[in-house]
C-alpha cells in the first residue's frame, strides 16, 4: 500500500516504521518528493555555489618506496586542509570494488535479514598505513597497539540514495563531520559528495562547497572527528571511533558469498561472525551427503591403552589394535604418550588461532602465503565441490624443526611441534604392530620413509545455524598411512559403514565419541593398499553442531613422495593376489588433490581390475 503523500506521519510510517525507505517510495512511483523531505534553503547544496576539489588523487603504493616523503607530505597537507582525499593504488583489489557496488545495488532489492556486510582486510591494512603517517606527522610514535586502539570500533554502512524527483530541494545526507578516526568511502559513478568550506580553507573564489570529483579506482578519505581531537589530545583513550568501507554480502549470490570467504580468507567464521541467520544456499549439502544423526550408532570400542605395549600385556594390546584396523579402521588410544596438559593447550591454541583478526590469518592465504609450507582456508577445493564444507582450517607440512620454526604461525608453532614430535613415536608403535601383524619385519628406515610425511592442521568449525543440512568435512578417506586426531568435546566425527562390516542394526554411521584425554586414530589409504585391502581405510566425515564451535587437530602421516608402494609381498603371498597395484606416493597423492573430496574414490587409482 503506497502512503498518503500529502500526510507526513503516513509517509513516516511508510518509510521508517515498516522499513521500506525512500526505495520503497520511489518504487511505489511517486513523481515528486513529499513535504517532509524538502529542506530549508540553508541545508539544501547549491550546485552552482560548488567547485571541484583539485587536489590530484594520492598514490599510496609510493607510501613503502623512495617517494615516502612526498607522499605523506600530501596526505598531511590535505588532512590539515580540506580533511578529504582521494587515494589510488590503495591495495584494495579493484575487482572488489567493482563487485562492491555491483552488490550495493543488489543489495537494496533484498528482504532485511539476507543482508550481511563485512570489512575488506585490505581497507584496514590502508588506514593502519595513512594513519601511521598522519600520528607521525605530529610528532607521534605510533605502535600497533596504539594504532589497535585509535581503530579497534569499525562501523560499516551501505547507502542507496534513490532517484529523487526534485534534487534541489533534498539532501541525502545532511551537513555533518564523521565521529570516528578516518572514514573509507567508496563512491559510485553518479557522484554528489560536497566538502563545506570553511573561511579559514583559504579559497580565493566565493564558493561554499568543494565536490569530490569522480576518480575512477579512487577510494575517498576524511579527516574524522577524533583525529583531529588526536591531533590535540593524543593522550586521551577514549578515542575508538572509526568507520571504514564495508562490504556488502549478498547471502543469495554465491559468487559474493565465495569471494567474501575463500578469496578474502574471511573464512565461515567471518559469515558467521557477520551475523547471519540461515545457512548461504552454496553451504547446503544434497540429501545424500548429510548425515542423519538418526541413522548413527556409537562406537563401542573401548579406548585401547598404548602404555601396555611393549610389556606382559603386548599381545593382547596388539590384538586390539589389529582387530579395530581390520574392522572399523577407527580407534581411539589412551597413554599415548602426548601430555594431557599439551592436549588442552593445542584445543585452547586452535580457538585463539582462528579468533584473531583476518589481517593475521589471511597471510598464509595460498596466493600470497610467504612459504608453500603453511596454507590457511576453508574448504580443501573449494572451486571443485559441490556444496562447501563448514570449516576452516590452517595447514601445516612438517620438514624439520628449522623451518617449522621459520615458517609456521608464530601463535601456534610452539604447540604443535611439541604435538608431532610426541605422537609420531606413537604412529611408529602403531605401525610397527600393523605391519608385524602382516608378516613384515618392518627396520627404522622402513618405518621412516612409510612416515616420511606429515601435515598438520588445525581445524575449525563454526557454530552453524543449519547443522541439518551442512557438513563440516564430506566424506573421505585420509591419503596416507595412519592419522592421528585430537577432537573436542562436541563431537561431530562420523565412519561410515560399510556392508561387510557386521553390523546387526540398520545404521549408515559410527559416531566417534570424544572421550577426554584420547586421542582417535584412524587407518588411511596408503595402509590399505600395504596390507592388499586386510586393514580398513575408512570412509569419514564430519557433521557441525549449532550449540558451540568445534575444534580438531589432526596429524597425517604419510609415506615420503618418492616411496614405492604396493602390497607387501608376505600378503599377496598368502592371499594370492595383488589388489593394488605398484606406484609412487607423489602420483598418488596428485591425482587426490586434483579431485574433490568423493568417499573413497581415492583408492580406485591404485586398484587392480
Ligand atoms: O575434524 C575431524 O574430526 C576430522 C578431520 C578429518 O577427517 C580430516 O581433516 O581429514
Ligand atoms: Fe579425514
Known amino acids: 500500500m503506497a502512503p498518503n503523500l500529502h500526510d507526513a506521519n503516513s509517509v513516516f510510517e511508510f518509510v521508517v516504521k515498516e522499513g521500506n525507505g525512500i526505495k520503497g517510495l520511489v518504487d511505489s512511483g511517486l513523481s515528486k518528493v513529499p513535504g517532509l523531505y524538502v529542506q530549508p534553503p540553508n541545508e539544501r547544496i547549491d550546485k552552482e555555489n560548488a567547485i571541484k576539489l583539485e587536489l590530484p588523487p594520492i598514490d599510496l603504493s609510493k607510501l613503502d618506496g623512495p617517494g615516502h616523503h612526498e607522499v605523506a607530505e600530501q596526505i598531511v597537507r590535505a588532512a590539515e586542509t580540506v580533511g578529504f582525499f582521494q587515494v589510488v593504488n590503495h591495495g584494495v583489489p579493484l575487482h572488489l570494488l567493482q563487485s562492491l557496488k555491483d552488490t550495493a545495488r543488489k543489495f537494496f532489492g533484498l528482504p532485511l535479514e539476507r543482508k550481511a556486510v563485512y570489512l575488506a582486510p585490505s581497507s584496514i591494512v590502508m588506514v593502519k598505513k595513512l594513519l601511521r603517517v598522519l600520528l607521525e606527522n605530529i610528532g607521534v610514535k605510533s605502535d600497533d597497539s596504539m594504532i589497535d586502539v585509535l581503530i579497534g570500533k569499525k562501523m560499516v554502512a551501505m547507502i542507496f540514495y534513490p532517484i529523487c524527483p526534485n534534487p534541489d530541494v533534498t539532501i541525502g545526507i545532511g551537513r555533518h563531520s564523521d565521529i570516528g578516526m578516518l572514514t573509507v568511502l567508496l563512491q559510485d559513478e553518479v557522484g554528489g559528495l560536497y566538502v563545506k568550506i570553511e573561511e579559514d580553507m583559504d579559497y580565493e573564489k566565493k564558493a561554499k562547497w568543494i565536490e569530490i570529483p569522480l576518480v575512477p579506482d579512487a577510494l575517498v578519505i576524511n579527516v574524522a572527528d577524533m583525529l583531529q581531537a588526536t591531533t590535540n589530545t593524543i593522550h586521551s583513550q577514549n578515542l575508538k571511533h572509526f568507520t571504514v568501507i564495508l562490504m556488502a554480502l549478498n547471502l543469495d549470490d554465491a559468487k559474493s558469498i565465495y569471494e567474501f570467504v575463500v578469496t578474502e580468507g574471511n573464512g565461515i567464521k567471518g559469515l558467521v561472525d557477520s551475523g547471519l541467520s540461515t ?331
Open 279 to 609: 545457512v548461504p544456499a552454496v553451504y547446503v549439502q544434497p540429501p545424500n551427503e548429510r548425515i542423519h544423526k538418526e541413522n548413527a550408532i556409537k562406537l563401542e570400542l573401548p579406548p585401547i591403552d598404548m602404555s601396555k605395549l611393549g610389556g606382559p600385556d603386548h599381545d593382547a594390546v596388539a590384538e586390539q589394535i589389529v582387530r579395530a584396523a581390520e574392522t572399523v579402521g577407527f580407534f581411539q588410544v589412551v597413554n599415548h604418550g602426548v601430555p594431557l596438559q599439551l592436549l588442552e593447550s593445542l584445543k585452547e591454541t586452535a580457538h585463539n588461532f582462528f579468533g584473531l583478526p583476518l589481517e593475521r590469518k589471511a597471510v598464509y592465504l595460498a596466493p600470497v602465503s610467504p612459504s608453500p609450507l603453511v596454507k590457511y582456508g576453508t574448504s580443501y577445493l573449494p572451486e571443485k565441490e559441490k556444496a562447501l564444507g563448514w570449516k576452516d582450517y590452517i595447514l601445516m607440512q612438517y620438514t624439520g624443526d628449522d623451518e617449522a620454526l621459520r615458517y609456521w604461525p608464530d601463535e601456534i608453532k610452539g604447540v604443535l611441534l611439541e604435538y608431532v614430535r610426541c605422537s609420531i613415536i606413537m604412529v611408529k608403535k602403531l605401525l610397527r604392530v600393523l605391519l608385524e601383524n602382516l608378516g613384515a619385519k618392518p627396520d627404522d628406515s622402513m618405518i621412516g620413509v612409510l612416515t616420511g610425511r606429515k601435515t598438520l592442521a588445525m581445524i575449525y568449525y563454526p557454530t552453524c545455524p543449519n547443522p541439518d543440512v551442512t557438513i563440516g568435512i564430506g566424506r573421505h578417506s585420509d591419503i596416507g598411512m595412519l592419522t592421528v586426531l585430537l577432537q573436542d568435546e562436541i563431537g561431530g566425527l562420523y565412519v561410515k559403514i560399510e556392508e561387510d562390516m557386521n553390523y546387526e542394526k540398520k545404521a549408515e554411521w559410527i559416531e566417534i565419541p570424544p572421550i577426554p584425554n584420547t586421542l582417535v586414530i584412524n587407518v588411511a589409504d596408503m595402509l590399505q593398499v600395504l596390507s592388499n585391502g586386510k586393514y580398513r581405510s575408512a570412509e569419514h566425515a564430519v557433521r557441525n553442531t549449532n550449540i558451540s564451535s568445534r575444534v580438531s587437530v589432526p596429524i597425517f602421516t604419510m609415506p615420503l613422495e618418492t616411496a614405492t608402494i604396493a602390497p607387501l609381498s608376505q600378503v599377496i603371498e598368502k592371499d594370492g593376489i595383488a589388489r593394488y597395484k605398484e606406484f609412487m606416493f607423489v602420483d598418488y597423492m596428485n591425482n587426490v588433490y586434483k579431485n574433490a573430496l568423493n568417499g573413497k574414490k581415492s583408492l580406485n587409482f591404485a586398484k587392480i581390475g
